[in-house]
């Protein structure tokens, strides 16, 4: 097997995870992680050769994309609170404890080489995070807090593990310096990914077209992620700015084949690289082992305390931070969207696994220092990192299904539906005042009128029947089935003109792109 058919292998499995995930009730991230294992331990399957450099370039920025899309900036900013305790503070303090006991334990372990491996093993993995958590039906609010702490605290992480890299090759550390980097890093992430959104803005309103806009938005990540880093930037948190910036801008409402164009693609993208990044951490398993070289016991032992602590620290920060977050929420803020109970801060902690950024910043550790001699601890450092990872993956990964059942913690469906119900109102009412204006300035037929104010009551009715009284309600549902069986006949027919169209494609004389042009047509009218 040569690295093309490994590649293919990934792929496929990231399609047969997702089904096989909601099947058996576990997530797809770890099944893949788990099959990457297996294939790890197959004899004719060969090392991955992917360069540790461009692991976080090609799998971070259209993961962290995809994400994004999924939130918002007024979350983000309601929430910024408890992301910034768990993203920025939580990160050094986690840095800090692993630093110290593995510095404490490991010998020849400088301090420097200890903190890139807190650094590394710091930050929980958005894309594990926000796939775990996606499916389980989760409250709403710890959905959002654990997307914004993956999402943000690869920025911090990313900056020490950087610092203390640096530390550990040159000899020589400054705290100005590393406050100093810490600080130019961010400016210099924020004004590319505006500078990017900006100018991505621009060029979708001048494309029009929906497949080169989607299109544009693969491009935009990677483009983002590079011109950060080249300018001594935080790729992570341009690629955060970026998405953020056209998330929030407000899109064409008509363009209804955009907006499913984009997020169909994004869908395929955020379920291939996730498969094959996953994957990735199990065939990594190679690497592990020839890092052990007979030590394996006593590695162990070392990976095992710093899980120990890695886990530990979260709960330990996590009690006091969430309590006060609820006392700071009771007092002022009430849009925060933090957990309410012991439960849900149990399922936080148990939240945090670790997983791709983790990987990538463990490989790329450079083989030697500025004076020739070997990085401090290497091996040892590979080792226990990949320990944290598939203790925290796996374990926690394959657990935290059986712990949500356990404690209840599930998502808040009243909130919802009245959320649903009121959108269902708005849009109704904006509905019906459009209607009234277009009356004010053009004579419709009465019957033409009456039809039409039906419909902007089905447009409610439809997203949120609890619009209507029982009575009323009985009406509608034997009226929508009137409407049910007059689009079934009307989706027959649709069907039945697509196939005589694509009929048309291998006959003789006939124009393929003509053909095409007419079916793209037909599929429009019946997506409408």
């Not at 084949?257 to 395929?268: A, C, E, N, P, S």
């Amino acid at each position: 097997m040569d690295q093309l058919a490994l590649l293919l292998l990934l792929l496929l499995g990231a399609v047969i995870t997702v089904p096989l995930g909601d099947r058996l009730g576990l997530p797809a991230p770890v099944l893949m992680t788990l099959g990457g294992i297996v294939l790890a331990l197959l004899p004719f399957v060969p090392n991955v050769n992917v360069p540790p450099e461009y692991i976080l370039p090609l799998v971070l920025p259209p993961l962290l994309y995809a994400a994004v899309q999924r939130t918002s900036w007024r979350q983000f900013t309601a929430n910024y609170r408890p992301i910034l305790l768990l993203a920025v503070a939580l990160v050094f303090v986690t840095t800090a404890a692993v630093a110290g006991v593995a510095n404490a334990i490991v010998p020849g372990l400088p301090l420097a080489a200890a903190v890139a491996l807190g650094a590394l093993v710091a930050p929980p993995d958005p894309v594990a995070a926000t796939a775990v958590a996606g499916q389980l039906g989760l409250p709403r609010r710890l959905v959002s807090v654990l997307e914004g702490e993956g999402l943000f605290n690869d920025v911090t992480a990313i900056v020490l593990y950087h610092v203390a890299i640096a530390a550990a090759v040159t000899g020589t550390f400054s705290w100005g310096g590393a406050v100093g980097q810490f600080f130019l890093s961010a400016a210099v992430a924020v004004a590319v990914g505006l500078a990017l959104g900006w100018v991505s803005k621009k060029m979708m309103s001048m494309l029009g077209d929906a497949t080169l806009q989607t299109g544009l938005t693969l491009l935009v990540p990677f483009a983002s992620y590079i011109l950060a880093e080249e300018l001594h930037g935080s790729g992570v948190l341009a690629v955060l700015t970026t998405a953020l910036l056209l998330a929030g801008t407000a899109l064409d409402a008509d363009d209804v084949l955009g907006r499913i164009t984009g997020q169909t693609f994004w869908h395929v993208v955020d379920t291939l690289v996730t498969g094959i990044a996953f994957g990735l951490i199990g065939l990594e398993l190679h690497t592990v082992i020839r890092a052990a070289e007979g030590r394996e016991g006593q590695m162990i032992g070392w990976g095992v305390a710093i899980v120990a602590v890695v886990v530990g620290v979260r709960l330990l920060w996590l009690l006091p931070t969430t309590w006060l977050a609820q006392k700071m929420h009771s007092l002022r803020d009430e849009n925060e969207e933090i957990p309410t109970s012991w439960r849900e801060t149990v399922v936080m902690w148990w939240s945090g696994m670790r997983g791709v950024a983790s990987v990538a910043l463990a490989l790329a550790i450079p083989l030697t220092t500025d004076d020739g001699k070997p990085f401090p601890a290497r091996d040892e450092i590979i080792f226990i990192a990949f320990c944290v990872i598939m203790a925290t993956l796996l374990v926690q990964g394959l657990t935290l299904p059986w712990l949500v059942r356990k404690l209840g913690v599930t998502a808040d469906t009243d909130a919802e539906h009245k959320l649903e119900h009121d959108l269902a109102i708005r849009a109704a009412k904006a509905a019906r005042r459009r209607l009234k204006e277009i009356e004010a300035t053009e004579e419709l037929p009465e019957d033409i009128s009456e039809r039409l104010q039906r419909g902007a009551l089905d447009i409610g009715v439809r997203i949120s029947p609890d619009l209507l009284d029982d009575e009323r309600r009985e009406w509608w549902v034997q009226r929508a089935e009137r409407v049910a069986a007059m689009s079934r006949v009307q989706r027959e027919m649709m069907s039945a003109a697509r196939r005589e169209v694509l009929s048309a494609r291998n006959e003789p004389g006939a124009d393929p792109e003509v053909v095409d042009r007419v079916l793209r047509q037909l599929d429009v009218r019946s997506l409408r």
